[in-house]
Each structure stands twice: as structure tokens, then as C-alpha cells.
């Protein structure tokens, strides 16, 4: 599933010797190399979105969960002004984002944060704007795409695995009044993500459709009681 052209480098010790790759982002270059998954370009429109929810909601940081290498969250932070906490469990992913932070002078409100999201988020911790774009290719057909990192594209049996970990995580999380944006494979996908909503206080309010996957709005079910 490559996307995106870059030139590469080749990089000293302290990053393994990897030839680094760089692509454009909306308006950042993101580092990264064959051990993270290579932004798709397509995933600027969930960016994009959060640009647009953030004149919405109360003012906070942006929580990214399944960062990866850092492109949807920096590009949302570098465009809305807000601070932007990044998760990912993959602590390469994890180190380009911490660069990638830095090379947009976005590095002193980024917090790039390593492992679990119930390890790394603390119980208390509420967030106005949520973004979420977990792997979710369907296990067997992850040999479709073997240029991918395999813990970065393996979404389970139904491709959702991670994604309901992210749900749980969004309606623990979510602040009052906030709103949260999650990147699927595809309709199907985001109807199924849809029917377990509820059971974390969540709603869709809005699926938009692209060519290569589709992204979710969630709010909390009901906000005059958060």
C-alpha cells in the first residue's frame, strides 16, 4: 500500500543504520523508515477534520492514539495551534515521531509518550479532540501488502481489534463536549465499529468515505451528563 514519494538517507548508528525515507504531509516532511508504516496520504483528510472540529470544541490538548511515525497528530497540532499528545506502542514509530515533532518546531507541545494506552494515559486524563488510526487490515490478508510493517497494518480476525481498543480508550477519555475522529478500512468496518459505540457511551455522528478507507466522528451519547 505505498504512497507518497520521498528521497531517502542513509542515517548513522543511533537510528540502526536505516535508510530514512521523507514525505510530504500537508505542509510537514515526515521521517520515517521500513520499520513504520509510510503516511498515506489519503489520512491528511482526518488532519483536516480535526482543523475543522477544533473551532468546535473546548480548548485542550489533541490525544493520538496508534501515532505511529507522527503525521495525522502533528499535522492536526501544527494547524490548530493546540498541544498533542502521541501514543504508540512501537517504540521506533515513536522515536520518528519524537523527530518529526522537532523537525516541524512543533517539539516544545508534543508529547510523544511509549506502550499500552491504559499504561501511558493516566485515568484522569480528558482530552477535547481524539484521533485514532489504529491498523486494520483483516489478519489474513495482511500478506497482501509486504512492504508494510506487520504490527502496523494487523487489525485481528475482522480487521477491528485494535479499533475497539481505541473506542474504549476514546470514551474513557473523551472530555465534555469533545469530539473524536477514527480512521477505518471501510464501510463495512465502520458499521460494525459503529454497533459497539454505545457501549462506551460514544455515537457516530458522521462516516465520511474515501477511495482507501473511511473515518468516523464519535461524541459522547449524551454530553449534558459528562
Not at 92 to 115: F, H, I, K, M, S
Amino acid at each position: 500500500m505505498p504512497e507518497g514519494t520521498g528521497g531517502a538517507v542513509t542515517v548513522g548508528a543511533a537510528q540502526d543504520a536505516a535508510c530514512v525515507d521523507v514525505v510530504t504531509f500537508g505542509e510537514l516532511c515526515i521521517a520515517f523508515d521500513e520499520r513504520v508504516l509510510r503516511p498515506r496520504q489519503w489520512t491528511s483528510a482526518q488532519s483536516d477534520w480535526a482543523t475543522q472540529l477544533s473551532s468546535d470544541v473546548p480548548h485542550g490538548a489533541v490525544l493520538e492514539l496508534c501515532a505511529g511515525a507522527g503525521s495525522i497528530g502533528l499535522l492536526a497540532a501544527a494547524r490548530t495551534g493546540r498541544p498533542l499528545v502521541a501514543v504508540d506502542a512501537d517504540p521506533v514509530a515513536a522515536a520518528y515521531a519524537v523527530r518529526n515533532a522537532r523537525r516541524a518546531g512543533l517539539a516544545d507541545r508534543v508529547e510523544v509518550r511509549t506502550g499500552r494506552f491504559e499504561d501511558v494515559i493516566g485515568c484522569g486524563e480528558r482530552y477535547p479532540l481524539v484521533l485514532a488510526d489504529p491498523p486494520w487490515v483483516p489478519r489474513q490478508q495482511t500478506d497482501r501488502y509486504p512492504e508494510d510493517p506487520l504490527s502496523a497494518i494487523d487489525g485481528g480476525h475482522d480487521g477491528l481489534d485494535v479499533a475497539r481498543g481505541c473506542l474504549a480508550t476514546i470514551g474513557a477519555h473523551l472530555g465534555p463536549g469533545g469530539a473524536a475522529v477514527i480512521q477505518v478500512g471501510s464501510a463495512a468496518q465502520a458499521d460494525a465499529l459503529a454497533d459497539g459505540a454505545a457501549r462506551h457511551g460514544l455515537r457516530v455522528v458522521q462516516v465520511r468515505h474515501f477511495p482507501r478507507g473511511a473515518l468516523m466522528r464519535l461524541d459522547h451519547l449524551d454530553t449534558r451528563n459528562r
